[in-house]
């Protein structure tokens, strides 16, 4: 007799039964971090409890144990979003950032808390420190560098001025679409964005739309609200495009492919290490001979990587200096510890902006 079992009965049956496992483990994870919360509790903490140190090395775990079919960000994606699932039971995380929503800072901040976080969209990158120092927000992301533009010298400026802490990273892809609710090229006189993003889509705007107005705009979502009004195009991510129910006309059209910013997670409490952390420091000098390499020496002797180093006028007096550097190592890290306080005697001043797990995918 024919067999006339159902092949994809039996392999739907199978993914039912996953499925109710995995929910059965979700649902136990989740008592589970309830169970942390009270402890903690207990023990007299209050406010959130985020610990970004902690969730760096669950995805670490994650990307390790993976053997596919899945791709690492995809399995780190689930897993960080069952992680904030579990985390908003307990208290959304209040996060800041450059608004309005659907901003390259907005998609950093959903990628490094997950899409359950209490959105606090703010008018300047100013607003977003002043109101994690006024306890508006647990944490504000900031942009801190662009691959192909550099670093963002206004967030560079406002560490000096602040008390805040930098408590995590994020590297987000920038995928610039040009939006427009116009079904053509030929349609289109004016393009909005943020001056930034028409500088990175420049050689693409030249070729495809040589004879449009460029007009900058304050952010690129800013930007897709006045276009979708206003029979125009913008340049936007895709969470914009979402957000605001703007077509994509063209996907993909920053000159350089591999086009990453650098975001800063910034707030008030302290990282324990993770096991792959990098320091910020923040390190004012006098503008004589030698000064550079004593700042370097420290480093190099005890085989400590730096990954930036970017100077800035101190204000602080005629020709003096601040440099903003990036090592690799974790502020409590013996080696670290002693290589700043070297640094020390040979500055005028140092200050720690913070010690953080370095950015996962």
Do not use: C, W
């Given at each position: 007799m024919p067999d006339n079992k159902d092949p994809l009965a039996e392999i739907r049956k199978r993914i039912d039964e996953i499925d109710r496992s995995i929910q059965d483990l979700v649902s136990e994870r989740a008592s589970c971090a309830a169970n942390v919360a009270k402890v903690k509790q207990q023990q007299g903490e209050t406010g959130h409890f985020y610990r970004p140190e902690r969730e760096a090395q669950v995805l670490r775990a994650v990307m390790e144990r993976n053997k596919g079919p899945l791709t690492d960000e995809s399995i780190a994606g689930i897993f960080r979003e069952i992680m904030a699932a579990c985390l908003a039971h307990e208290k959304p995380l209040k996060v800041a950032f450059l608004g309005p929503e659907g901003t390259y800072t907005h998609s950093a901040a959903v990628k490094h808390f997950g899409s359950l976080i209490e959105t606090q969209p703010v008018e300047s990158i100013e607003e977003v420190f002043r109101l994690v120092e006024?306890?508006?927000?647990?944490?504000?992301?900031?942009?801190?560098?662009?691959?192909?533009?550099?670093?963002?010298?206004?967030?560079?400026?406002?560490?000096?001025?602040?008390?805040?802490?930098?408590?995590?990273?994020?590297?987000?892809?920038?995928?610039?679409?040009?939006?427009?609710?116009?079904?053509?090229?030929?349609k289109i006189d004016r393009v909005y964005a943020h001056q930034q993003s028409l500088s990175q889509c420049s050689q693409w705007l030249d070729k495809h739309l040589p004879d449009a107005e460029r007009i900058s705009m304050s952010s690129n979502a800013q930007a897709v609200l006045y276009a979708r009004d206003n029979a125009a195009a913008s340049i936007g991510g895709s969470m914009a495009a979402e957000l605001?129910?703007?077509?994509?006309?063209?996907?993909?059209?920053?000159?350089?492919?591999?086009?990453?910013?650098?975001?800063?997670?910034?707030?008030?409490?302290?990282?324990?290490?993770?096991?792959?952390?990098?320091?910020?420091?923040?390190?004012?000098?006098?503008?004589?001979?030698?000064?550079?390499?004593?700042?370097?020496?420290?480093?190099?002797?005890?085989?400590?990587?730096?990954?930036?180093i970017e100077s800035r006028p101190s204000r602080r007096g005629v020709w003096d200096y601040v440099f903003f550097i990036d090592i690799d190592g974790h502020r409590d890290d013996e080696v670290v510890r002693a290589a700043i306080t070297e640094i020390e005697k040979a500055s005028a001043m140092v200050t720690i902006l913070g010690s953080y797990p370095k950015a996962v995918l």
């Open positions: 006024a306890d508006g927000a647990n944490f504000g992301v900031v942009p801190v560098e662009n691959s192909s533009a550099g670093v963002i010298n206004h967030t560079l400026d406002l560490f000096m001025k602040s008390s805040l802490t930098i408590s995590g990273e994020v590297a987000l892809r920038i995928r610039h679409n040009l939006l427009s609710k116009l079904d053509s090229l030929d605001y129910d703007m077509p994509i006309l063209q996907a993909d059209i920053e000159d350089e492919p591999d086009n990453t910013t650098r975001f800063a997670v910034i707030g008030q409490h302290l990282s324990p290490p993770s096991g792959d952390d990098r320091t910020s420091l923040l390190v004012f000098v006098h503008n004589r001979p030698g000064s550079l390499f004593d700042l370097l020496k420290p480093l190099a002797d005890r085989g400590i990587s730096m990954s930036n």
